[in-house]
């Protein structure tokens, strides 16, 4: 089970929870300090304002997404290059999908996941691990969920299923102790290019090389690039927040599970 305060916590100090605690903060410092009060607001709404144009949430994701570059896929087959498997991160459940039936499917980004370890497993011909648990206490674990979506809508069937992990690190934990006994143990890793740098860093810190295979980059469609890129938004504001995410995340990982001496993420990344 994920702990649900650190959770709390993470929404807390990102954007934009992070902006709303420290208006009220400057609402409450107007009480006696109306114009140190009012500077503090000011520059929450500016905060929000500059967050939430997506130029700023593409500028913030790309200096996360441009560490680990797309996969050429003409490399995949190059001798010395191979991996042993293909391992697929969740990336989050779509609860009651009715239109699917009954009981929950796969969401837009582990489909984004799921679509891209289908190709590398037909460009390569290797097995495919899909990871990820019930963190809430869900019914399905989100791997089987995951399993059932390749089966069925890519006609590609997961060799391995790991289905008790909660977070990336017990993605990376778990998975080792699944594909060591198999002999493997370097892997394609599937996951969105904004989380890529924390899920290198866990499944380095593990003991399991990889080859990053980021899907998902951030960028900006011709309206946004004219105009719109200037103008805030939702999207702007969740591809911010994704990004400032995705870096406490890191820092939280190398504190909570250790550094690592020898080698960082991205030397042991390249070990296949």
């Not at 709390?8 to 954007?15: N, Q, R, V």
């Not at 009220?24 to 144009?53: C, D, H, P, W």
């Not at 004219?226 to 990982?253: C, M």
């Amino acid at each position: 089970m994920v702990d649900i305060t650190t959770k709390i916590l993470a929404l807390l100090l990102l954007p934009p929870g992070v902006i709303i605690v420290v208006a009220l903060l400057g609402f409450i410092i107007q009480i006696r300090r109306v114009i140190i009060g009012n500077v503090i607001v000011a520059l929450s709404v500016v905060a929000l304002l500059i967050l939430s144009l997506p130029f700023t949430g593409v500028q913030l994701t790309e200096a996360i997404e441009s560490r680990f570059p797309p996969v050429g896929l003409n490399m995949t087959k190059e001798p010395g290059k191979q991996a042993g498997a293909i391992v697929i991160l969740g990336g989050g459940r779509y609860t009651d999908a009715t239109e699917y039936g009954v009981g929950d499917s796969v969401n837009q980004p582990t489909l984004e996941r799921l679509r891209y370890g289908a190709r590398l497993h037909r460009l390569t011909g290797l097995p495919i691990l899909v990871t990820g648990g019930a963190p809430y206490g869900e019914a399905v674990p989100e791997a089987a969920l995951m399993q059932a979506a390749l089966a069925q809508d890519f006609r590609v069937k997961a060799k391995w299923v790991e289905s008790n992990s909660g977070t990336t690190y017990e993605n990376a934990r778990l998975t080792k102790m699944i594909l060591e006994p198999a002999g493997v143990k370097c892997v394609y890793l599937v996951t969105h290019a904004s989380h890529m740098p924390r899920a290198v860093w866990a499944f380095a810190a593990t003991g399991i090389a990889t080859r990053p295979a980021p899907v998902g980059f951030t960028t900006l469609d011709k309206q946004e690039r004219d105009a719109l890129g200037y103008f805030p938004s939702i999207d702007g504001l969740y591809r911010s927040s994704t990004a400032l995410r995705e870096r406490l995340g890191l820092v939280w990982y190398k504190y909570k599970y250790g550094r690592m001496e020898a080698a960082d993420a991205t030397s042991m990344s390249t070990g296949c």
